[in-house]
């Protein structure tokens, strides 16, 4: 069996894999969730925090967004299967120029992440069947609303300061993606017209291409 774990996006939980299906008969599925990170934690001691919950030998590690960047610092403390990225960066140099200019001015510092915490509210505030179900779908997927933990990421994301990566590396990034836009992505497996939430909106192009991508 080939046990692949699955790391979510920033402030995201597992939930956003659940339309993630793949053959049963090769696969097993292990999404993992967020720890709140400890007092100065380094990324590096974080993701080897994270390693304790990958119990199986040779893994695939797989990340969405800032989830992609933690699987890379796991995977430079294990042996691993394959290394697969998604809608995230490889680099520095993939950050676009809004968030390279925020972490050289500490900007990030100054960054509204209570925001997160307060989507209970702004449910409250929703007009018109469209916004509610956008809400809906924050309160659904985005619930990881620690201060702390919000804080630690953001710098963590803006702050990466990785230049070379593995070249075993697989990087998925959709064309259409605001976040980490696609003209400052190199060497992906482009997805037409994926967004940065695509591992949940284009879950069928994930579904038939992760176990080619995997096994080859």
Avoid at 117 to 143: E, P
Wanted: aromatic letters at 10%.
């Amino acid at each position: 069996m080939i046990h692949v774990y699955l790391m979510p996006g920033m402030a995201a939980n597992p939930s956003i894999f659940e339309h993630i299906k793949l053959p049963k008969e090769k696969f097993v599925l292990h999404p993992l969730s967020w720890k709140i990170p400890e007092t100065a934690e380094s990324l590096s001691d974080y993701a080897k925090r994270m390693l304790e919950e990958v119990t199986e030998k040779n893994p695939v590690l797989l990340g969405v967004s800032f989830g992609g960047v933690v699987v890379q610092e796991m995977a430079k403390q294990i042996e691993f299967r394959k290394l697969i990225i998604v809608s995230s960066v490889k680099s520095k140099s993939e950050l676009p120029k809004r968030m390279r200019f925020s972490a050289a001015l500490g900007l990030y510092r100054l960054a509204p992440v209570s925001l997160a915490r307060n989507i209970d509210t702004l449910a409250n505030y929703a007009v018109g069947d469209k916004f509610k179900h956008k809400v809906a779908l924050y309160q659904k997927y985005l619930s990881i609303t620690d201060p702390v933990y919000l804080n630690w990421a953001l710098e963590q994301m803006l702050c990466w300061d990785q230049i070379t990566y593995d070249n075993r590396l697989v990087h998925i990034h959709g064309t259409s993606d605001p976040v980490f836009p696609y003209r400052y992505i190199n060497n992906c497996i482009p997805v037409p017209g994926g967004t940065h939430a695509m591992i949940i909106t284009k879950c069928k192009w994930f579904n038939i291409n992760l176990p080619k991508i995997i096994e080859n």
